[in-house]
């Protein structure tokens, strides 16, 4: 309708100068004013459905109650859900519970009823206003509107409610973590949290209960999650950046396209994949040769998570490395070569210091994409909350705990749900002035040299 | 209706094409006649086959013989024969893609970190083959330093610049021999007063001339035979042209320069002899004063009046 609308808009505005050959009387192109006549006729119409889709159902639930008989409109709340949501099933069709009595089957046409009824004066309507917003359009079409500036303003107006989706979502997201969080601070003093050496969040749900402590020191979590991504750092700095020098500098053509794409390949894996083999072959793996040298190594330990998380990391981190020595411009390899540097010379003493703000922010990103990592940690580093800096010994992050505590039952607002939000909170906080701070150092590196 | 009026509309538009057609036909005229005069002239040297002038001087350093360069198959340098004396500045000069800074960077082995390019003919450098297999090119361009177009400081700081090659080259056995060659070199390159306060600030923080007289100093430090310019002044504004023009006079006292430029004055100026290039074929090579007074050649005579280029 809209597209008839287009090429009703766009006639009518070349049949307005007198014909095509007087087009350039017109404001804009003829075809502005059939997009202006076309979002005339979409717009309205579409807002109208959007509305009624959200509204229909309560509408229609409302109106259903109305029809029930008195009783049953004076049962308590919850009640009241579930017989709705009977009604509602049979009339789908669906498995009901409880019997079929003559008032619910009555309450069950009804709804249909009115579904149906809704859905046609929903159909009416935006046809109608779809026909009406054309119309308008068409009574407004002058040679002087000025239809380019209006779609132009329309247009822009959706790709600022665009964008600001994605914007609005992060704050709404922030907003319940922090609320949450100032719950459960109003129910463990902040400084136990933040500074407390134990970790055990069993709390009563019964008062008879034995062996429930309930202490929220989350010390140990974030010494577990330091270590975890000291190690992984361990081994994807050195090994990815050696991996952007080579691929930047020396590596063929050849070379350079196959393994770019490999090694994109590896930061595609999803990290369950990489869970379960730290979990099945390098923690085993460890443990055994940790064993033959004598040492003392859990089935679940730190070392083995860090290093398949380091793994994990070494993409990103060879990428951003390689895109800031790429960004180091060529005169200054040149400049290097022609003073008689060799190859290497002219690595490390040129292009590794021009390129390092840039390779230091790529780290810091990566620092934070290794401590919001959950699922190979979750796997292979096991769930105690140890308070050790010992790398064979099963340790716990913050993300795992999360997990831990949002799975399995119990009460929405007790302690042990509020205290996820609040770690949640913090490595959020933490994050974030990593990554402000990562993308900050790159973006200035960048400035450098344009 | 609606294909109606689009075919209409577009019934409108041949007028103003017409007009673009109109304006592009000269031009696509020209371009087909300068064809023509290109490839003729082209003929004309085949023809000849020959540089004119003298490609041979006196006490030659840096010889090159039959001299060709290929870009894939792009044929960039074809049989170029030139000696360049120890004591002398020499002006590369041509058409825009005729092949001089491919000559220039053959001179110093630049070429051999472009994948596709390939250098036959000899290049010998006080008499050794530089392109032989056990010449070094490292070492190569320690003797045959290269000052580029644009000024390309390292962004370390003014000291480090100039220090650079010394360093790595281990010039200096202690700080102060190290002190003693950076104060020189800056001193030779004219910039010394300028910075003699600031040599811990980055050489990145100077002006384009000083950036440029940065780089002739971080150049002479490693103390070369051949200085290498190509197109030094390109980037830079008059008065900072007249400097670096009279450090290359004084500069010519102790080393070989050569020279690209695109400006026939600065040419006139600072070099003793001028290379004519034209299409990868070194067309003529003369004194100075001869190529602009005198020049023996057709295409010569049209790009020193300016009507090629
Ligand atoms: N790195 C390269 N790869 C491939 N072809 C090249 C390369 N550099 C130069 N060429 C080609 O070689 C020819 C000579 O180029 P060159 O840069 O030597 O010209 P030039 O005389 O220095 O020109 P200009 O005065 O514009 O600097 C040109 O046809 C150019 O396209
Ligand atoms: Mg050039």
């Given at each position: 309708?809209?597209?008839?609308?287009?090429?009703?808009?766009?006639?009518?505005?070349?049949?307005?100068?007198?014909?095509?050959?007087?087009?350039?009387?017109?404001?804009?192109?003829?075809?502005?004013?059939?997009?202006?006549?076309?979002?005339?006729?979409?717009?309205?119409?579409?807002?109208?459905?959007?509305?009624?889709?959200?509204?229909?159902?309560?509408?229609?639930?409302?109106?259903?109650?109305?029809?029930?008989?008195?009783?049953?409109?004076?049962?308590?709340?919850?009640?009241?859900?579930?017989?709705?949501?009977?009604?509602?099933?049979?009339?789908?069709?669906?498995?009901v519970?409880?019997?079929?009595?003559?008032?619910?089957?009555?309450?069950?046409?009804?709804?249909?009823?009115?579904?149906?009824?809704?859905?046609?004066i929903?159909?009416?309507?935006?046809?109608?206003?779809?026909?009406?917003?054309?119309?308008?359009?068409?009574?407004?079409?002058?040679?002087?509107?000025?239809?380019?500036?209006?779609?132009?303003?329309?247009?822009?107006?959706?790709?600022?409610?665009?964008?600001?989706?994605?914007?609005?979502?992060?704050?709404?997201?922030?907003?319940?973590?922090?609320?949450?969080?100032?719950?459960?601070?109003q129910?463990?003093?902040?400084?136990?949290?933040?500074?407390?050496?134990?970790?055990?969040?069993?709390?009563?749900?019964?008062?008879?209960?034995?062996?429930?402590?309930?202490?929220?020191?989350?010390?140990?979590?974030?010494?577990?999650?330091?270590?975890?991504?000291?190690?992984?750092?361990?081994?994807?700095?050195?090994?990815?950046?050696?991996?952007?020098?080579y691929?930047?500098?020396?590596?063929?053509?050849?070379?350079?396209?196959?393994?770019?794409?490999?090694l994109?390949?590896?930061?595609?894996?999803?990290?369950?994949?990489?869970?379960?083999?730290?979990?099945?072959?390098?923690?085993?793996?460890?443990?055994?040769?940790?064993?033959?040298?004598?040492?003392?190594?859990?089935?679940?330990?730190?070392?083995?998570?860090?290093?398949?998380?380091?793994?994990?990391?070494?993409?990103?981190?060879?990428?951003?490395?390689?895109?800031?020595?790429?960004?180091?411009?060529?005169?200054?390899?040149?400049?290097?070569?022609?003073?008689?540097?060799?190859?290497?010379?002219?690595?490390?003493?040129?292009?590794?210091?021009?390129?390092?703000?840039?390779?230091?922010?790529?780290?810091?990103l990566?620092?934070?994409?290794a401590?919001?990592?959950?699922?190979?940690?979750?796997?292979?580093?096991?769930?105690?909350?140890?308070l050790?800096?010992?790398?064979?010994?099963?340790?716990?992050?913050?993300?795992?705990?999360?997990?831990?505590?949002?799975?399995?039952?119990?009460?929405?607002?007790?302690?042990?749900?509020l205290?996820?939000?609040?770690?949640?909170?913090?490595?959020?906080?933490?994050?974030?002035?990593?990554?402000?701070?990562?993308?900050?150092?790159?973006?200035?590196?960048?400035?450098?040299?344009d | 209706?609606?294909?109606?009026?689009?075919?209409?509309?577009s019934?409108?538009?041949?007028?103003?094409?017409?007009?673009?057609?109109?304006?592009?036909?000269?031009?696509e005229?020209?371009?087909a006649?300068?064809?023509?005069?290109?490839?003729?002239?082209?003929?004309?040297?085949?023809?000849?086959?020959?540089?004119?002038?003298?490609?041979?001087?006196?006490?030659?350093?840096?010889?090159?013989?039959?001299?060709?360069?290929f870009?894939?198959?792009?044929?960039?340098?074809?049989?170029?024969?030139?000696?360049?004396?120890?004591?002398?500045?020499?002006?590369?000069?041509?058409?825009?893609?005729?092949?001089?800074?491919?000559?220039?960077?053959?001179?110093?082995?630049?070429?051999?970190?472009?994948?596709?390019?390939?250098?036959?003919?000899?290049?010998?450098?006080?008499?050794?083959?530089?392109?032989?297999?056990?010449?070094?090119?490292?070492?190569?361009?320690?003797?045959?330093?290269?000052?580029?177009?644009?000024?390309?400081?390292?962004?370390?700081?003014?000291?480090?610049?100039?220090?650079?090659?010394?360093?790595?080259?281990?010039?200096?056995?202690?700080?102060?021999?190290?002190?003693?060659?950076?104060?020189?070199?800056?001193?030779?390159?004219?910039?010394?007063?300028?910075?003699?306060?600031?040599?811990?600030?980055?050489?990145?923080?100077?002006?384009?001339?000083?950036?440029?007289?940065?780089?002739?100093?971080?150049?002479?430090?490693?103390?070369?035979?051949?200085?290498?310019?190509?197109?030094?002044?390109?980037?830079?504004?008059?008065?900072a042209t007249?400097?670096?023009?009279?450090?290359?006079?004084e500069?010519?006292?102790?080393?070989?320069?050569?020279?690209?430029?695109?400006?026939?004055?600065?040419?006139?100026?600072?070099?003793?002899?001028?290379?004519?290039?034209?299409?990868?074929?070194?067309?003529?090579?003369?004194?100075?004063?001869?190529?602009?007074?005198?020049?023996?050649?057709?295409?010569?005579?049209?790009?020193?009046?300016?009507?090629?280029?």
């Amino acid at each position: 309708m809209s597209v008839a609308a287009f090429y009703v808009g766009r006639s009518r505005s070349i049949a307005l100068v007198g014909g095509p050959k007087h087009g350039t009387e017109l404001h804009s192109l003829p075809g502005y004013y059939g997009y202006f006549t076309a979002i005339w006729c979409l717009l309205p119409a579409l807002a109208v459905l959007l509305a009624w889709v959200l509204l229909e159902p309560r509408v229609v639930v409302a109106m259903v109650i109305q029809g029930l008989p008195a009783e049953q409109q004076a049962l308590s709340p919850g009640e009241l859900d579930l017989l709705i949501n009977n009604i509602q099933n049979l009339a789908a069709g669906d498995a009901v519970s409880g019997t079929v009595d003559a008032v619910l089957s009555d309450a069950a046409q009804r709804f249909l009823a009115l579904t149906a009824l809704s859905r046609r004066i929903l159909a009416i309507l935006t046809l109608g206003l779809g026909g009406l917003g054309a119309a308008i359009a068409w009574r407004r079409i002058r040679p002087d509107l000025r239809a380019r500036n209006r779609v132009e303003q329309i247009v822009l107006l959706m790709l600022i409610a665009a964008s600001s989706i994605a914007i609005f979502t992060t704050v709404g997201i922030v907003l319940s973590v922090l609320f949450e969080a100032i719950r459960f601070f109003q129910q463990v003093p902040v400084t136990e949290f933040l500074f407390g050496l134990n970790w055990s969040p069993q709390t009563a749900i019964r008062a008879d209960q034995v062996g429930s402590s309930g202490s929220f020191g989350a010390v140990p979590l974030f010494t577990g999650t330091l270590l975890i991504t000291a190690i992984a750092m361990f081994v994807a700095v050195p090994v990815g950046l050696m991996t952007a020098i080579y691929l930047a500098e020396y590596s063929s053509h050849r070379v350079r396209s196959i393994a770019k794409p490999l090694l994109e390949v590896l930061a595609g894996i999803p990290t369950v994949v990489y869970g379960f083999f730290a979990a099945l072959t390098v923690a085993p793996w460890v443990r055994r040769t940790g064993e033959s040298l004598g040492l003392e190594v859990a089935s679940e330990s730190a070392l083995a998570a860090g290093l398949v998380m380091g793994i994990m990391i070494i993409p990103l981190v060879s990428s951003l490395s390689d895109d800031a020595i790429n960004a180091v411009p060529s005169a200054m390899r040149d400049g290097a070569l022609g003073l008689g540097s060799t190859r290497s010379e002219t690595m490390t003493r040129v292009i590794l210091p021009a390129a390092l703000p840039g390779i230091v922010g790529g780290v810091l990103l990566a620092v934070s994409r290794a401590i919001g990592e959950t699922m190979i940690v979750v796997m292979a580093a096991g769930l105690a909350a140890n308070l050790t800096a010992n790398p064979f010994e099963a340790v716990t992050t913050v993300t795992v705990q999360i997990v831990t505590l949002l799975v399995g039952d119990q009460e929405f607002d007790s302690a042990k749900t509020l205290a996820a939000f609040a770690l949640g909170l913090m490595l959020f906080v933490v994050t974030l002035i990593l990554n402000v701070f990562g993308l900050s150092v790159v973006r200035k590196y960048r400035e450098q040299y344009d | 209706m609606a294909r109606m009026t689009e075919s209409n509309s577009s019934d409108e538009q041949p007028p103003s094409m017409e007009l673009d057609a109109e304006t592009e036909v000269p031009t696509e005229a020209a371009v087909a006649a300068n064809g023509a005069q290109l490839a003729l002239a082209e003929e004309q040297i085949v023809d000849i086959g020959e540089t004119v002038g003298n490609v041979r001087c006196e006490d030659p350093y840096v010889v090159a013989e039959n001299v060709n360069v290929f870009y894939g198959d792009n044929h960039a340098i074809k049989d170029v024969t030139l000696e360049i004396s120890k004591k002398e500045v020499i002006a590369l000069i041509g058409p825009s893609g005729c092949g001089k800074s491919t000559f220039l960077r053959c001179l110093n082995r630049m070429n051999d970190s472009i994948e596709t390019a390939r250098v036959s003919g000899d290049i010998s450098l006080g008499g050794q083959d530089i392109y032989s297999k056990e010449f070094d090119p490292v070492a190569l361009r320690a003797r045959v330093g290269m000052v580029f177009q644009k000024p390309n400081p390292f962004p370390k700081s003014i000291y480090d610049n100039v220090a650079y090659g010394p360093r790595i080259h281990g010039l200096a056995n202690d700080r102060a021999e190290l002190d003693e060659i950076v104060h020189n070199s800056l001193e030779r390159a004219g910039l010394l007063k300028e910075v003699k306060d600031r040599m811990d600030e980055p050489g990145t923080g100077l002006s384009g001339g000083q950036q440029q007289r940065l780089c002739i100093a971080r150049t002479i430090a490693v103390n070369p035979e051949v200085i290498l310019m190509d197109e030094p002044c390109s980037a830079l504004d008059p008065i900072a042209t007249a400097r670096i023009e009279d450090l290359m006079d004084e500069l010519s006292e102790d080393y070989a320069i050569v020279i690209v430029t695109h400006s026939m004055q600065q040419a006139a100026r600072v070099s003793g002899r001028v290379a004519y290039f034209h299409l990868g074929l070194l067309v003529e090579v003369d004194e100075t004063d001869k190529i602009f007074t005198n020049p023996q050649h057709k295409l010569t005579e049209d790009y020193i009046t300016g009507r090629i280029g």
